[in-house]
């Protein structure tokens, strides 16, 4: 654990975007559980990755706060700001999800993604002129997608090009600019952190390994895309939560920082061990056409954060990975719940006319 006393931020009241979905919400039970002085205020637009379900155990806390809101706004974001004097920003809040960026298209991509964070960096900026407390760091969650598809050796580095080969990718790149951009023209404290694959709890059952649970759990077929053989650098969630708290109270402004989980994995590697921990037939698997333009292999070296920041991964893929799988199986309401469609239904009637 860090002791907080030993580094240069100390923030104490940290405006998190994003915070009900998969990661932010990680990121806001492991702040608040790892730093007694911390205070979150959570902003989210509660789209379908959004479920503030994820955060029950901590809604009554005196230290977490949720706001209904959307990055996209202008209105919405300078409200933000002028009522709650944060220390620092992490930014989660995104269009995360490439398969939507391909199938139902880059709109909201490029206007969440781009047009959002351009949006609170200006507040971030605003708010910093404007009062007796400034907030101090933007921390930028990105992607290792930026960087794009790896051949069968090496690693990305934080030199490596930057060359996204999806919308989604493509607009995480931009928003990285815009990030840059804000720290070279204005001297914004920002720094961005470019993680590779996450799982664990909380994660919306249409990514890989979520997807794969709930379908094996169910007895349903498992979609492999193509031949199952892209490599991903797995990193459990816990990690990420924890490298980013080293980035947000050390890291340099104006750097990039590379977060892995240094055990790559291909799919169908991912999904056999799944299947084996639920001790459900291969039978299940099946093989449908390739995403277009998948990448094949993302693999991050992660010695910048490791050696400047003194970070290192805890969590073993496979001990993880079983983990994770318990999780899904005891939380079957969650998940049941999101594919029946009944969550969406549920917070559109709690929040739809807010
Ligand atoms: N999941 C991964 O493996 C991974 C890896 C590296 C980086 N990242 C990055 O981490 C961040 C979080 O990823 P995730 O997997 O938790 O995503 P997610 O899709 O689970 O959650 C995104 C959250 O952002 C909110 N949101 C979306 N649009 C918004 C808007 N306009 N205004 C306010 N809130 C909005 C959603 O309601 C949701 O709660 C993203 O920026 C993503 O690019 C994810």
Redesign the pocket.
Known sequence: MLNSSTHKITPMKILV????????SNFIHYMLAAHPDVEIVN?????Y???LENLTAVEREARYTFVK????VAADVAALFAAHAVDAVV???????VDRSLHIGPEAFI??NIL?TQLLLDAFRAAGARGAKRPRRFVH????EVYGSLGPEGRFTENSPIKPNNPYAAT?AASDFMVLAAHHSYGVDAVIT?????FGPY??PE?LIPLMIANALEDKPLPVYGDGQQRRDWIYVAD?CQALDYVLRQGRAGQVYNIGGGQDVTNLEVIRLILKLLQKPESLIQHVTDRPGHDRRYAMDSTRIETELGWRRQFDFAAALKATVDWYRQNSAWWQCIRSGQYSKYYETIYGNR
Do not use: P
């Open positions: 975007t994003g915070g009900a979905g998969f990661i932010g902003f989210d637009a509660l789209t990755a959004g479920n809101g959307d990055i996209t930014h989660f809040a995104a269009e995360s999800h206007r969440t959002g969650v990105s992607t290792d995480k470019r993680c590779s694959n996450n994660q919306f990514k990420h």
